[in-house]
């Protein structure tokens, strides 16, 4: 949970405003889908125990909806030729407040809840006895789990211009809000809006960034509001009047959007959405915040300083940070146990916990790994091909970064290494963001690196962000950052694509396959099996599937496989031909990504049918065939789709460091860019530089284009 969140966790009693541009369409008429999804929500807070209390607007406008229709009903045709009159506010208020209670009565009935309904005027609150029983009165609903609904009463508002004037106690439906909030002594006040919250500009303006914490001395001055509500009377300055109002008297405040279907209930989750008002938010930001824009900014500019150093600045860095590693071994691994202590007493499944535990001999490979980048050839600013134009007009492409990387990663610290020195190797700025299960060493390992960075480039080459909350910002920064590689499980990775508008490179799944033909060494086919199984049960290119050619079901050669995987603790699943034949439980899904000692098996005829099932349930990711016919070998190693294939060698040699890149950011399946494991050409994208002596186009009318190849040279 975001520190500037952490009060919700107290929170019994909350008062919910939904504004006129949230309860309503932009045509005057309502929103039903919105109001629905908000009577949810609240029914969902009363179920939990919260005390809600609603203060809604929209009456108005319902009410001038209905009287529009009603007026056009019963006119002649002379009259539609007149100028249409303006309608009452006061009698538009009247008619929509019953008709606007009678929707909220329909759905929280639906919802097997209990409404009740409120009006009150500001004059009201000059007034001590009615102040006491308003106060028991809502105690009273409240202890029957009834959900009060408040609402000024416009129709008889004193108010000479109800739409304009802020004279009162309160003016509109954000300062009632406010007012209730401390009179009846609310835990937290949310404002819904029809936007994200509180922004440092106009939201429109893709300059404007959402301000997630509002410190008054600061934000006071700097923030320029635009117009108001395009219904109601209110807008984004009655919020931040009654919101500044309220958390400074002691209610805390969250502006967010009524847009979303599950904004309230995210609030109370402690989740960073919205803009927060508290009394001590200035305590807050006193330790200067690096918000995640930032954060990416920052690391652009240190990426722009490691590029103009020269290859070996840049190698020397990397060879600094194996040191670093192998220096602080103990601190580092120390830092590890506390992870993997924690994340056994949570009962966390043995496949993370392998993944998260750093043993001496994954340190000692991740520094062998660093070492191997560091010796590479230098990636940044090579020749890629030289073209002379016309006479004296010479255009090169070169490598260059691709800027910077986000990438989000879940419980492996090691990925944190081979990211951050493939980013340095390929001179790409980076901001990573790990799993919670390994904090500790996360943060352990970010220090070392980023202290082995020389001031010249800076640390901030490197960032690591802590906070889940964090991650819809970085999403959005597609001006600041070109590539996330999200590693992790499935549905994060699905999370990711649907979020963000910056390419995407990854796997969402590793349905890895062998597929054991009947002209396979059986013995070969044993140990190939075995280990794409066995070695690393959690790894992305562990073998899923073992599919059988039907020849070896009648010659013993499946009941060795089967045998052999047995012995290894496997629990097998079959298809329905492998489940019939051996007696084992039938899977569930084809699609099936175990990451433990699990896998399915099936039979097929012939490497066809192979390739076709690896097609319809596989991942693209890792496939292996294993048999000593080369021309099935080959129909296998051309026909499968997957961002690697192989004949007669486990689907564990799917792997960066295996491959000779030195390390990898990830396993891509993707078809653009980068596939398979990628390694620092992966992190590369090319420019052109044009090299002339004044020519210009005009026309071409006086240039000779000779198109002509040159040789490639430093």
């Not at 600041?480 to 549905?491: E, H, W």
């Amino acid at each position: 949970m975001d520190p500037t969140r952490a009060f919700v966790k107290s929170v019994k009693r909350v008062v919910v405003k939904v504004g006129t541009a949230v309860v309503t369409r932009s045509d005057g008429r309502l929103a039903l889908g919105r109001l629905g999804a908000l009577c949810e929500q609240l029914k969902e807070l009363n179920t939990r125990g919260y005390e809600v209390i609603l203060v809604t607007s929209g009456a108005v406008g319902l009410g001038r909806q209905r009287l529009r229709y009603r007026r056009l009903a019963n006119s002649s045709f002379s009259d539609l030729q007149n100028p249409q009159y303006e309608l009452d506010g006061k009698a538009c208020a009247a008619v929509g407040q019953s008709s606007l209670m009678a929707l909220y009565d329909i759905m929280f009935s639906q919802l097997d809840v209990t409404s009740s309904q409120l009006l009150v005027n500001d004059g009201f609150f000059r007034d001590t006895d009615f102040r006491k029983q308003l106060t028991d009165t809502v105690h009273s609903l409240l202890n029957l789990r009834v959900i009060p609904i408040f609402n000024e009463n416009d129709a008889v508002s004193t108010r000479k211009a109800p739409y304009e004037d802020s004279s009162g106690i309160f003016w509109d439906n954000d300062s009632l809000a406010g007012l209730l909030a401390l009179e009846l002594k609310a835990d937290l006040l949310v404002l819904l809006s029809d936007v994200e919250g509180l922004y440092s500009g106009p939201p429109s303006d893709p300059k404007s960034k959402l301000i997630h914490t509002y410190v008054k001395e600061k934000h006071q001055t700097e923030i320029t509001f635009g117009d108001k509500s395009r219904l109601g009377r209110g807008g984004m300055t009655a919020k931040v009047n009654a919101a500044v109002c309220a958390a400074y008297s002691g209610t805390p405040v969250i502006i967010t959007s009524g847009y979303t279907n599950d904004n309230i209930m995210r609030v109370l989750q402690g989740e960073r959405i919205g803009t927060v008002f508290h009394k001590d938010a200035h305590v807050w930001t006193s330790i200067k915040e690096v918000t995640a824009h930032e954060m990416a900014v920052a690391a652009r500019e240190s990426s722009r300083k490691l590029q103009i150093l020269n290859s070996e600045e840049r190698r020397k860095i990397l060879l600094d940070v194996a040191d670093a590693i192998e220096e602080n071994e103990s601190m580092i691994r120390i830092e590890n146990g506390a992870d993997v202590a924690d994340a056994e007493e949570a009962g966390y499944e043995r496949s993370l916990i392998s993944r998260l535990t750093l043993r001496p001999e994954k340190i000692a490979s991740l520094v062998k790994s660093v070492r191997k980048l560091a010796d590479m050839e230098e990636p940044i600013g090579q020749i890629l091909k030289r073209t002379e134009l016309a006479d004296k007009l010479i255009l090169e492409k070169i490598s260059c970064p691709l800027g910077v990387l986000l990438v989000i990663f879940e419980s492996r610290p090691d990925a944190l290494v081979q990211i951050a020195a493939l980013a340095i190797r390929s001179g790409n700025g980076l901001v990573l963001k790990g799993g919670k299960e390994a904090k500790r060493s996360n943060a352990a390992l970010h220090k070392v690196i980023t202290s082995a960075i020389p001031d010249k480039v800076g640390e901030t080459l490197i960032g690591l962000v802590t906070s889940r909350e964090a991650i819809p910002d970085l999403l959005k920064l597609d001006d600041v950052i070109d590539l996330v590689v999200p590693r992790g499980s499935n549905k994060l990775v699905s999370q990711i694509k649907d979020s963000t508008k910056i390419p995407v490179l990854g796997h969402s799944d590793g349905i890895c396959h062998v597929y054991v033909d009947k002209a396979a060494n059986i013995d070969v086919a044993k140990q190939i099996v075995r280990d794409a199984k066995t070695d690393y049960p959690a790894a992305c290119n562990a073998m899923e599937t073992l599919l059988v050619h039907k020849d070896l079901s009648g010659n013993k050669g499946l009941d060795e496989l089967v045998a052999e995987l047995q012995r290894e603790g496997v629990q097998l699943y079959g298809g329905p031909r492998a489940s019939a034949l051996l007696k084992i439980a039938e899977t569930k899904s084809f699609h099936t990504e175990y990451s433990s000692l699990a896998c399915t098996i099936e039979i097929v005829d012939d490497v066809i049918a192979a390739i076709n099932h690896i097609h319809e349930n596989g991942s693209s990711h890792t496939d292996c065939i294993v048999t000593e016919d080369r021309e099935v070998a080959e129909t296998f190693l051309r026909q499968v789709d997957s961002a690697a294939v192989f004949h007669n060698a486990s689907t564990r040699f799917c792997d960066g460091a295996r491959f000779g890149l030195g390390a990898e950011v990830g396993i891509s399946t993707s078809r653009i860019h980068a596939r398979g494991p990628v390694g620092v050409e992966g992190l590369l994208t090319n420019r052109w530089l044009l090299r002339g002596t004044g020519q210009v186009v005009d026309g071409d009318r006086n240039v000779t284009y000779t198109h002509k190849e040159l040789p490639v040279h430093a």
